[in-house]
């Protein structure tokens, strides 16, 4: 039998929208196979009624509970999870591709000796058994990649929510009691970062406001938290609006930020370096804005403005706080 372990990723007792993507991801690629199972694995304390109707298949989720698996520590995750791949005997594990996965997944490579395969788009016609397929040279080429060993992890880049319907799955959840859950005094917590109360992260955001060096300062970036708000969405950046000092890393998008996948994406002031595109290739609608009417942006855009920001911002804003009063 073929076994497969998703990972499931939580921050703050809630459990990331690209993982349960993952999770479903990979429910239909093994739906073609009969003898194959799907296995889960929670760390830290979630509740698990979040997940009701949005994991699809048949399978089992192991939670481990305890409040040392509650924030983020790589040795205690990675030891979690090759036990739990040992004990349930899976020869495959899914990550979604995340900061956090990208500095856990190489450190169970080198201890399980399994192949790593990072940053993967999508799987061929004949599914896991076959290669997989991830961007390369900022997005400009896709390129074909098959694992050496039978032991084989996966970093999934995200594409957006897979619709699911109640009668689709039946999940079990098991409570799991791991034999090893002490945490290294050489991992201390020393300093602690968390996000603004409302305030959503880029990589599970539907929609997103992103500006870029147009946006001249920090605080023309006022513009886009009002207009994010409004559509109930998070704020952006280029990497040249980080540097500057404008905004957090955590917010930057591009090929060494996050790689995003929301419904609908505002590139503001962004000229479109190939290497912003590289992470914005999954937003399902782009709409551009910048004076430049030969920026690179408008290539990839479904929508574009040329004008001013500071002219078009404004006006968009007070369009929709008026088609808002009127709902």
């Given amino acids: 039998m073929n076994k497969f372990l998703v990972f499931l990723e939580q921050r ?9 993507e993952i999770w479903n991801r ?10 194959s199972a ?13 997940l009701n109707g949005l994991l699809a298949g048949k399978g089992v989720v192991y939670h481990a509970d305890e409040e040392c698996f509650g924030l983020y520590n790589q040795e205690a995750y990675a030891r979690l999870i090759a036990d739990t791949m040992k004990r349930d005997a899976s020869t495959v594990l899914f990550f979604a591709d995340s900061s956090l996965t990208r500095d856990l997944a190489p450190r169970l490579s080198v201890s399980l000796q399994a192949s790593l395969l990072s940053g ?5 016609q004949e599914g896991i058994a076959g290669s997989c397929f991830r961007p390369v040279y900022s997005g400009t080429a896709l390129a074909s990649f098959l694992p050496a060993r039978q032991l084989t992890i996966y970093t999934i880049l995200s594409r957006g929510m897979v619709e699911v319907t109640a009668t689709e799955s039946h999940i ?26 409302g305030q959503l992260d880029v990589a599970e955001a539907t929609t997103i406001v992103a500006g870029g060096r147009g946006m001249g300062g920090a605080e023309g ?31 930057q998008i591009g090929q060494t930020g996050k790689t995003v996948a929301p419904a609908l994406y505002f590139a503001c002031g962004i000229s479109g370096a190939v290497q912003h595109l590289a992470g914005i290739g999954s937003a399902r609608i782009v709409v551009a804005i910048n004076c430049d009417r030969d920026a ?9 403005i040329v004008g001013d920001v500071f002219v078009v911002l404004p006006k968009l804003i007070d369009e929709l706080q008026e088609y808002l009063k009127k709902k």
């Fill in 26 to 35: 990979v429910q239909g690629l093994v739906s073609a196979w009969p003898d």
């Fill in 38 to 50: 799907v296995s889960g694995i929670l760390a830290g304390p979630a509740d698990i009624g979040q």
């Fill in 221 to 251: 970036f006022a513009l886009l938290d009002k207009l994010a708000a409004l559509l109930g969405g998070a704020v952006g950046a280029s990497r040249t609006a980080v540097d500057e000092g404008w905004r957090a890393h955590a917010e």
């Fill in 172 to 197: 079990d959840f098991m409570t799991l009691q791991p034999q090893h859950v002490a945490v290294s005094d050489l991992f201390p917590v020393v300093r602690r970062i968390v996000m603004r109360k």
């Fill in 120 to 124: 993967c788009l999508l799987f061929n």
């Fill in 296 to 304: 690179p942006i408008f290539d990839v855009a479904d929508y574009g």
């Fill in 12 to 20: 703050e007792g809630v459990v990331k929208k690209a993982s349960i």
